[in-house]
Structure formats: C-alpha cells, structure tokens
C-alpha cells in the first residue's frame, strides 16, 4: 500500500513539474514575440520619420506651399460652412416694417394727443420697444462681427504672396497652380457672399438705428408734452364751462371717438402680440387653472370626505357657490400687476370683469345698500374708463363727468347714512373711505367748473376706479381666507395626524390675514400711483434715493445696501418663527412620547442655524466687505468688555443648553424657587410656564449656573408619598392588607417599580404607615393621589379604621402653657405641584 502511494506521488510531481515548464516556454514565447513586434514597430516610425525629415529638407519651398494650400482649403471649408448658414435675421425683417408703420401712426398721435393717460401709455410701449432694439442691435452686432472676421480672412488670403511660389519641379508646378487657381476661385466667390451678406446686414441695421433714434425722438417728444401738460393742468386752460365760446374750439365728439377706437385697437393690438408680454400672459393663464383647481380639489375632497360638510359650507359665502368667479375675480385683480406697465385699456378691461364678477358674489352676501352703490359705481366706472381712453378733450365729455360726479356724491352721502344706522354689517372703514371719496369728487367738480378739466378728470377717474379696486381687494381677501380654511378642513384626517389636522384655523386666519391686507394696501397704493400716472416718477425718485452712495468717515453706503440688509435678516427672523409656530403646535397637539417631546428643543439650534446663514446672506446681499463686518465684530467685543457681558453670557447659555441638553422643553424643572414647566428655550431667555398660570422668563445663564432640579430629565415618571395616620388599637395587619390591596391595584399606579407599604412611626397620638408608589406620568401625580387617598378613606370608613384628629397649635401668651407637640404635620412631599 505504501509502495503504491509513492509511485502516485512520483507521477504526480512529475505532471506538475511538466506542466511548469510549458508555462514557463509560453511565457518567454510571448515575451519574445511581444519585443519583436513593438522593435518592428518603432524602426519603421523612424523610418517614415527619415522620409519625412528628407524630403523636408529636399524641398521646403514646395513644403510651404502645400502646407499654406492645405491650410487655406481647411480655412475655406469651416468659414464656407458658417456663411451658408447664414444669419437669423428673419424675424427682424418680418417685425420692423409693422413697427415702423405703428411709430408713424404713434407720432401723430402724439402730436395730437391732449390727455395724460394716453401720452403715458405710448410712453410706455416705446419703453418697451427701445428694450427690443437693443436686443437687435446686439444681434446684429455680432453678425457684423462674424462677417468681418470673415473678410479678415479673405485679405489675408489675397494678400498672402508665399501662394504665388513657382516650384522647380515641372511636374509639382503644374499641379500646385491648378490647386491655387482652385483656391483662389472659392475664395473670391466666398468674397462676394461676403459682401452681399455684408450689405444686406448693414441696411438692416441702418433701418434698426433709424427706428431706434425715431423712438428716442419720440420719448423726447412724450416726456415735452407731459411737462406741457403739467403746467397748463393747473392754469384754466379749458375755459369756464359756462363760456361757449371755449366749448366751440374743442374737439367734436364724434371724431374723437374714431380717433380713441383706432388708437386703442392699435395699442391692444400690439399689447397682445408683443413677445414682450408673453410672460404675463402665461402668468394670468396659470395662476386662473392653479386657483381654481385648487378651490375645486378642496371642495369636492370636502363633500366626499365629510358627512357634515354642509355645516362648513355654510361659513363659506364665495368660492363654494361660485368657484368660476370667485377664480375670475382673483386673476382680473392681479393679472395687470404681472405685466410691465400694460396698456392703460388691458388694465381698465381687468377692472370691469372684476367689477362684474364681484357683483354677482357680493350680491347675497352685503347689505342691499351697498349692493345699489355697487350698481350705481360700476356704470359710472364703466363711462370713466371709456372717458379716460379719448385722445383729445370734449365739451360733452366735461358735462358727463360733472354730472356723474353728482350722482356719485349722491349716493355715498345716502349709503353713508344707512352706515349710521347699522356700522357692524359693513366693511370696516368704510364710512372713512367715503368721505375721503365724496371729498375728491368735490375738488373734481370745482376743478371741472373752473375750467382745469384735466386735474378734474385725472382726480375724479382715480378716486373712483381706486374706489372700485379696494371692493375688489378686500373681496379678494375674504376668497384667498374661504380658501384656506377650505383646505384646512378638507385635509383633517386625525387618523393620520398631518399637520393640517391640528393647525387651528382661527389662529392661522389671524396670522395671515394681517399678511394678506398689507399686501394688498401695497398692491391697491401701486395701483392709485399708476392712474395718477405718478409711478415712474416715484419709481425714478426712490430709486436715486436708494442708489446714491453716502459716506460716513471713509465708509460708503447706500440705502439700497441697508434695504437688502434689513429685508434679510427680516426674512430670515420670519422664517424662523414660522418653523417655530408649526413646530412647537405640532407638538403640543400630537400624542408623542416624552422622549420625543424633548427632541423639539432641537428648534433652537434651527432658528440659530438660520439668524447666522441669514446674516451672512444679508452681508453678502448688501454688497457688504468683510473686512468692515471685522470692524463691526470688533467694536462689539470692546462693547462687551464695558457692558453687555450678561447678554453675551445668555446668548453663549443658549448656545450650551442646545448643544448639552441638560433642560430641555416639556421638562418640568424647579430653579430659583420657582417650578414649573420649560414651554421655550430661546436664544437668549427661556419661557417657563408656572402653576399659577403664569409665565416666567429666566435668563439661560441662570439655568447653567444655578442648582436646576429637573424632575423629567431621564424618564416621565414620579414618586408619590402618602402618610397615613391609624389610632392606637387598630389590627396593624388589616391596615397593611387595606393599603396594599389599594396601590397594588389601582390601574394607574406603575407595577415596576412595585408600589410599597410600611410601618413608618410611633407618634404620640397615632401609628403612621407609608404608603410608596410611582406615577408613569408626572403630570398626572395629583389626580392619582387624590384618587388613592379617596380609594383609603372610603375602606378605613367601611372597615371602621379610626384615623385620628390633628391638633392645631395654640400658644397662650399669659399662661405660658403650650399645646402638645405631637399634632399632625403634613409629608415633606406634600409640596404644591408642578405645572402640567
């Protein structure tokens, strides 16, 4: 056996050892024919490298030539290809001749143009219109470029003489002669498209330059005529409207209107096609679909998820009964503050479908009587609008808007007297507004009577079209809150616990609704500059305001820098409360577990990553070097070696209790003889709320320095204490069983740690037991104790269990004799309770 395992052994050794050295064969194999083919390789690269540096230096002078004709036919090929491709000029070609026809026909009216509103329209356009040449000067700017680099290169090619090199061979000449005689033949041929593109650019350029001086013109022209209008608006330029003579020399009414018609058509026109105004139109288009998507998928989600959702559609007045207008009001509202100065008949088309669509909403919802003046202003908005569009003046037109002026003053005086009667049904402010209103359309009236007819119109047109807008705006608010608190209800899903389902939409109403009118009164105040045509000078004043820079010692600033600072940092202090809010409410309203309560003392390092991120924007924003911030950080520390030490102090306490934790919001702490509960930590006090109800703010150094008890620092749970007092003569093992049958029973009281009864005390009146168990809920301690103290009464009452009558202590001054000591003094954990 032996023998035969070592022949296998021999064998195998030896199949092995083979098997090696093939491999090894193999490998040196490779290795041989892999250096013989990279040597092969490398000498014949030499070898083509020798041809090359052979002929080269044979010949350079046909060297040269074949390289400069193999240059300048790559050169050809790629500036060949760019030309055919020629240059996006069409639509230029296809918008100047329109253009050009529109400003000849804007020029005359100009010339011939007598109101404000108009001039400031035209302005407006030509604004715009300037901003488009630009943009074609710089396009063709760099077709002129391109073209000129390209003529570049044909002089070069014309001017190079090395092309012209006979070669000394006669069979390279004949050859090389036919190539140049090619080249140059493309070349020239390039050199005439050249010219013509050339050409044809330049006179579109020159048409552009010319348009673009002809609305400078214009501008010039639009900006004298305002001035004129100005002053003469202040003189009696119109004449007394009783002196006919004046009367006569006005424009005929019916010439007027066919003048008003064509312009208007004009501007409309070009206000509805111009790219320019693409943005708004898309804007106005969405923000219609968005709102009344969202108004539909909230009611709907409301009637299939709710069974009593006819109790919550009667607190709704407007967007369940009319969701169409309801949506048609709030974008005929906003839809020209999308838009960069729009035609001034776009905005007064706006101002009556949002006058017709509130109409039909306010109609069950307001008093009758306000009802009626709505009736009465909108057919005089719809005559002021029509009155603000001509293009010259007319005797008819003074008389209409007088008399239109009385009847408006009419009828405020009357809805007025019914505000007396009944002020809480009505809009609030709203008795102010009117007399604000009556007033202008006096001034208006004089204004008109004495012959300054465009100050007349101009206020009496905005007092009333402002009037209209502000019904518009505060309607505007009652939807976007309907929606709201639509939304809100239509997500309450206890079951699952989202947010909205706790958010309590009173609360919410108040906050935003303050937002909402702010902004609005800011939209409704753009809204009066605009038809006292006032906003591109307030526009220009503010701005030189903000952008002139000011310098304080060798610090320059501007008020724009300061703006953009303070904005920021606003934002910034904004959002973080908001985080705050949702944060803190929605722990408050969840169930969570005490653990997880305590994490939202993390909000604090939140709102402190977002002061400093703001802060750093705000600096960067305000264009701020930070080198000054250095010098502010400087004088801060300076600052705080004289005074604000305690500050500091509390604001680096914040720092510390929210990285450390050692309090934490929801814990129930005792500090400076003061318990309660930690409702905030904040970044530089902390909000404590007490028993009582009161609230206590402890600075943050105070609960860092100080001995701070926390009774929920590790767990939730509390100790409760009972000392009971039997008389003398009761069976002391049915006492024990009575007590522990109680706290080992009560459902409230905690197994682990088990609940204990022991024999604590003989004093001179009573035997004292004490009865030890555990609330799993601190903040439910008390009503536990008192439920074990009755569960006691109650059975020592059935087992007729004595409990002694403590004694109160008298002193006798006169007779020096003092009552016994042995009266009943309360546990030292009897102590008032903690704050839930």
């Known amino acids: 056996m032996q023998n035969i395992f070592k022949i296998c052994c021999i064998i195998l050794i030896a199949l092995t050892t083979s098997a090696l050295s093939q491999e090894c064969f193999a490998q040196v194999k490779n290795k041989k024919l892999h250096g013989s083919l990279r040597d092969s390789l490398r000498e014949r690269v030499l070898h083509r490298d020798s041809v090359i540096r052979s002929f080269k230096h044979s010949n350079s002078s046909i060297n040269n030539l074949l390289a400069k004709i193999e240059d300048y036919t790559?050169?050809?090929?790629?500036?060949?290809?760019?030309?055919?491709?020629?240059?996006?000029?069409?639509?230029?070609?296809?918008?100047?001749p329109p253009l050009e026809k529109r400003m000849a026909l804007m020029r005359n009216t100009i010339n011939k143009s007598t109101t404000l509103g108009n001039l400031v329209t035209i302005r407006g356009i030509i604004d715009h219109l300037k901003d488009q040449m630009n943009l074609w000067e710089d396009q063709v700017t760099v077709y002129n470029n391109q073209l000129d680099d390209i003529h570049t290169k044909v002089s070069d090619f014309k001017a190079d003489t090395g092309l012209r090199t006979i070669p000394a061979d006669s069979s390279l000449r004949e050859r090389c002669f036919i190539e140049v005689q090619s080249l140059e033949k493309k070349?020239?041929?390039?050199?005439?498209?050249?010219?013509?593109?050339?050409?044809?650019?330049?006179?579109?350029?020159?048409?552009?330059?010319?348009?673009?001086?002809?609305?400078?013109?214009?501008?010039?022209?639009?900006?004298?005529?305002?001035?004129?209008?100005?002053?003469?608006?202040?003189?009696?330029e119109y004449g007394f409207i009783w002196d006919w003579k004046k009367a006569q020399a006005l424009d005929r009414l019916d010439s007027t209107l066919v003048k008003t018609v064509r312009l208007n058509v004009l501007l409309?026109?070009?206000?509805?096609?111009?790219?320019s105004n693409w943005g708004g139109h898309l804007a106005s288009l969405l923000t219609l679909i968005v709102f009344f998507a969202w108004v539909y998928h909230c009611r709907r989600k409301v009637m299939r998820d709710n069974q009593e959702h006819n109790v919550i559609f009667d607190q709704i007045h407007y967007i369940v009964k009319h969701p169409y207008l309801s949506?048609?009001?709030?974008?005929?509202?906003?839809?020209?503050?999308?838009?960069?100065?729009?035609?001034?008949?776009?905005?007064?088309?706006?101002?009556?479908?949002?006058?017709?669509?509130?109409?039909?909403?306010?109609?069950?919802?307001?008093?009758?009587?306000?009802?009626?003046?709505?009736?009465?202003?909108?057919?005089?908005?719809?005559?002021?609008?029509?009155?603000?569009?001509?293009?010259?003046?007319?005797?008819?037109?003074?008389?209409?808007?007088?008399?239109?002026?009385?009847?408006?003053?009419?009828?405020?005086?009357?809805?007025?007297?019914?505000?007396?009667?009944?002020?809480?049904?009505?809009?609030?402010?709203?008795?102010l507004i009117l007399k604000v209103f009556i007033a202008l359309h006096i001034i208006s009236i004089l204004l008109n009577l004495t012959g300054r007819f465009s100050l007349a119109k101009i206020v009496e047109v905005s007092a009333t079209l402002n009037i209209c807008l502000a019904m518009g705006f505060y309607l505007l608010v009652q939807i976007l809150m309907e929606s709201l608190f639509l939304q809100l209800e239509g997500n309450k899903d206890p079951d699952q616990h989202p947010i909205n389902s706790y958010l309590d939409f009173k609360t919410l109403q108040k906050k935003s609704k303050g937002f909402l009118?702010?902004?609005?009164?800011?939209?409704?105040?753009?809204?009066?500059?605009?038809?006292?045509?006032?906003?591109?000078?307030?526009?220009?004043?503010?701005?030189?305001?903000?952008?002139?820079?000011?310098?304080?010692?060798?610090?320059?600033?501007?008020?724009?820098?300061?703006?953009?600072?303070?904005?920021?940092?606003?934002?910034?202090?904004?959002?973080?409360?908001?985080?705050?809010y949702f944060y803190d409410f929605a722990g408050q309203q969840t169930k969570l577990t005490p653990q997880a309560k305590k994490t939202r003392s993390s909000i604090l390092l939140i709102r402190l990553t977002i002061f400093v991120v703001g802060f750093f924007v705000a600096i960067t924003a305000a264009g701020i070097p930070m080198d000054r911030v250095t010098i502010i950080i400087g004088a801060l520390g300076v600052g705080i070696g004289f005074g604000l030490q305690n500050i500091v102090n509390n604001l680096v306490s914040g720092v510390i209790l929210a990285f450390e934790k050692p309090v934490q919001v929801g814990d129930i702490?005792?500090?400076?003889?003061?318990?309660?509960?930690?409702?905030?930590?904040?970044?530089?006090?902390?909000?404590?709320?007490?028993?009582?109800?009161s609230e206590l703010i402890i600075p943050n150094g105070d609960l860092i320095s100080q001995h701070v008890i926390n009774w929920t620092l590790t767990d939730n749970h509390r100790r409760v204490e009972l000392l009971i007092r039997v008389a003398y003569g009761t069976d002391v093992e049915k006492v024990e069983n009575i007590l522990n049958g109680i706290v080992q029973n009560h459902p409230d009281i905690m197994k682990a740690p088990a609940a204990s009864v022991v024999l604590y005390n003989f004093s001179d009146s009573a035997i004292e037991f004490r009865a030890l168990f555990w609330s799993a809920d601190i903040s439910k301690w008390v009503s536990l104790k008192s439920s074990v103290m009755r569960a006691i009464y109650l059975a020592f009452e059935q087992e007729k269990i004595e409990i002694p009558q403590g004694q109160l202590q008298v002193l006798f001054p006169e007779s020096g004799i003092h009552p016994p000591s042995n009266i009943y003094a309360p546990s030292s954990n009897d102590h008032p309770d903690p704050p839930k």
């Open 74 to 96: 790559t050169s050809y090929v790629e500036t060949n290809s760019d030309l055919s491709r020629g240059f996006d000029t069409l639509e230029i070609s296809q918008q100047l």
């Open 187 to 236: 070349w020239n041929d390039l050199d005439n498209s050249v010219q013509r593109s050339i050409i044809r650019i330049g006179v579109l350029e020159n048409r552009i330059s010319a348009l673009s001086i002809l609305l400078i013109d214009l501008d010039d022209k639009i900006d004298l005529k305002i001035h004129e209008f100005t002053l003469k608006s202040m003189t009696n």
């Open 268 to 275: 409309y026109s070009y206000f509805l096609t111009s790219k």
């Open 327 to 431: 949506a048609l009001t709030v974008i005929s509202i906003l839809s020209p503050y999308f838009y960069d100065h729009p035609v001034q008949a776009f905005a007064h088309t706006m101002l009556l479908i949002m006058m017709g669509s509130i109409g039909i909403l306010i109609k069950e919802n307001w008093p009758t009587s306000l009802f009626k003046f709505w009736r009465i202003l909108f057919i005089v908005a719809i005559i002021f609008c029509l009155s603000s569009l001509q293009v010259t003046i007319t005797y008819e037109d003074r008389i209409i808007l007088l008399l239109l002026s009385g009847l408006v003053i009419y009828q405020s005086i009357t809805l007025l007297k019914h505000i007396k009667i009944s002020q809480d049904t009505y809009p609030p402010y709203l008795s």
């Open 517 to 580: 009118v702010k902004i609005t009164a800011i939209l409704w105040l753009i809204a009066l500059a605009k038809n006292l045509t006032i906003d591109d000078y307030l526009y220009d004043q503010g701005n030189d305001f903000l952008n002139h820079p000011y310098k304080i010692s060798s610090t320059a600033f501007t008020f724009r820098s300061v703006l953009v600072f303070i904005i920021v940092i606003w934002t910034s202090g904004l959002i973080a409360r908001v985080i705050s």
């Open 669 to 693: 702490i005792e500090v400076s003889g003061k318990s309660g509960t930690i409702k905030e930590i904040g970044i530089r006090s902390s909000k404590i709320e007490c028993g009582d109800g």
